[in-house]
């Protein structure tokens, strides 16, 4: 019997010591784990324990902010969200360990850290057409070069190859076609078929330097019962096209605000519009509200950093009651400047964090067409949208429509664009 005890409180003795050890190990990894989660340390493998994401979440969140700049740089229409114009909201802190551990592999996290002008995006899309009329006209016994009527681009590669089915003969006038392709690097490839009309003359290589523009046709009075009401606000947008302005007369056609142009970028300088100053000063005078567009055509990040300290420079301490407008529109040409399609993207992102580090707004300016297939406006910036139609087809959001190029109101002799503003300026 007494053996028996003995033995028994041994074997006691050894179970308490095996689950004391056990405990011990177990305690031992626990601690390992919190002391990397306080190491700031995030991997992706272990995003699912951080913000309580299956494995295949955590994947699928990883890469969905690619996919969607991707998407976004196709020719489908980009319908905006109106509840995201916030370009400051901050991402939760789950997205932002997501985020943070992804940069390498995920070409939108470039934008959250202003990695602009990446080379590191992946090439997933055929190249496209900016600009692409039926038929061009080439003048007799010159080169023909495609590129000299049509507009391109890539989402990746910043030099598209374009080649022929045939070459076209100019010796002689007539017409002919040629289907014209475009090659990316990535071997992704788009067709397209001109008609080539072989004309007498010679190129025109006079430039105009004049001042304003044709008279418009569209009357003001016409254009405010058409498009006037109790939400919304009219005005117009003008520069040295539009020559000498009386503003008191504009003001008293029933015009409530003009943006002006301050001045741009072109070939590698920066610019005043040299009826800037006059302009902003006399519409202050006569009482209308104002606003500034900036005429871009910025490809990297030494011009945009350029153009946004030299416009700052000229504006000083003017107070404006409008987003400054960022206005790059020379499409025609877009393969003249060596960008593919997130560098102008960039060059925009980049020009809005400019102003915003000195207190001023950014909005941007374009036409319908290249607010779906260029512009993707990630951050949800205000747009100011052109669409020359008596009524626009396009589905995404914007805080003011330029309706027409073509108008006409007292105190102005050329035409001029007309704007609707959807809100009451206070």
């Excluded at 998407?71 to 360990?97: C, F, G, M, R």
């Excluded at 003009?258 to 920066?270: A, Q």
């Excluded at 393969?335 to 560098?343: A, K, P, T």
């Amino acid at each position: 019997m007494k053996n028996f005890l003995l033995g028994l409180i041994v074997l006691v003795v050894f179970v308490g010591l095996a689950l004391l050890v056990t405990a011990i190990a177990m305690s031992g990894g626990d601690s390992k784990v919190e002391n990397k989660d306080n190491s700031g340390t995030v991997e992706i493998a272990n995003a699912d324990k951080i913000v309580g994401a299956t494995e295949a979440e955590t994947e699928e969140a990883t890469v969905s902010t690619e996919s969607a700049d991707q998407d976004d740089l196709s020719a489908t229409p980009i319908v905006e969200d109106s509840s995201q114009n916030d370009a400051n909201e901050e991402p939760d802190e789950s997205s932002e360990k997501v985020i943070s551990g992804a940069e390498s592999s995920n070409s939108s996290a470039s934008y959250q850290s202003g990695d602009y002008f990446s080379n590191n995006h992946t090439d997933s899309k055929a190249p496209v057409y900016l600009i692409k009329p039926s038929t061009v006209s080439v003048y007799k016994g010159t080169e023909f070069d495609i590129s000299s009527y049509v507009g391109y681009a890539d989402d990746v590669d910043r030099d598209v190859e374009v080649s022929y089915d045939k070459e076209i003969d100019t010796s002689e006038t007539g017409s002919d076609s040629v289907t014209v392709t475009l090659t990316d690097d990535a071997g992704h490839s788009t067709t397209a078929t001109f008609n080539v009309n072989i004309i007498d003359g010679s190129p025109n290589t006079s430039s105009s330097e004049g001042g304003a523009s044709a008279p418009g046709k569209v009357d003001f009075d016409t254009f405010s019962e058409n498009y006037g009401g109790e939400d919304v606000s009219l005005g117009i947008d003008v520069s040295r096209w539009q020559g000498e302005i009386d503003f008191n007369k504009v003001k008293a056609a029933g015009c409530e605000y003009v943006i002006i142009r301050l001045g741009g970028y072109d070939d590698g300088e920066c610019y005043t519009d040299r009826t800037y100053a006059q302009n902003i000063r006399n519409a202050k005078a006569a009482g209308l509200k104002v606003g500034i567009y900036w005429h871009a055509e910025e490809s990297n990040a030494a011009e945009v950093k350029q153009s946004a300290d030299y416009l700052k420079s000229i504006l000083g301490n003017e107070t404006l009651d409008f987003p400054i407008a960022y206005d790059w529109e020379d499409f025609a040409h877009f393969q003249s400047y060596g960008m593919n399609l997130y560098d102008i993207n960039d060059c925009f992102n980049m020009f809005a964090d400019e102003m915003k580090k000195s207190g001023f707004d950014t909005c941007l300016y374009s036409s319908k067409n290249f607010l779906e297939n260029v512009w993707t406006n990630e951050r949800g910036y205000k747009v100011w949208l052109a669409n020359y139609a008596t009524q626009t087809a396009y589905s995404g959001s914007y805080f003011m429509w330029q309706q027409t190029s073509s108008g006409k109101i007292d105190g102005i002799n050329s035409a001029v664009d007309f704007n609707i503003y959807y809100g009451k300026l206070n």
